[in-house]
């Protein structure tokens, strides 16, 4: 039911874009950019192009917080593990490396 509900809406997607796309078909508008003029540009691809555009700001927008939430994990994942390693050499008896036993110094 959930697979066809998705395949429901990506045809209705694909519906309505090719209704303003028949609906707009002779239509053309000027857009001006500051710099220069485009004249005679069809309002289908200005609805295109300000698709991607807003795909493009919502991908740099995403990436910032996916790359914080990445670096988090990564610390919490390097942190269980050494705490993790520290529990496995208790558990042999062993001491972890870098440490020096209780009551014993180097100079001794």
Do not use: C
Request: hydrophobic content about 45%; charged content about 20%.
């Amino acid at each position: 039911m959930s697979r066809f509900v998705g395949w429901l809406g990506l045809g209705l997607v694909v519906a309505g874009g090719i209704g303003f796309a028949i609906a707009n078909a002779g239509r053309e508008v000027t857009i001006d950019l500051g710099l220069f003029t485009l004249y005679g540009v069809p309002v289908t691809f200005v609805a295109f192009g300000g698709m991607v555009a807003g795909m493009a700001v919502m991908l740099g927008a995403g990436i910032n917080a996916d790359l914080k939430v990445r670096r988090l994990l990564r610390e919490r994942h390097m942190e269980d593990r050494h705490i993790e390693d520290r529990h496995q050499l208790a558990a042999r008896g062993a001491e972890p490396r870098g440490e020096q036993p209780k009551g014993e110094t180097l100079l001794e």
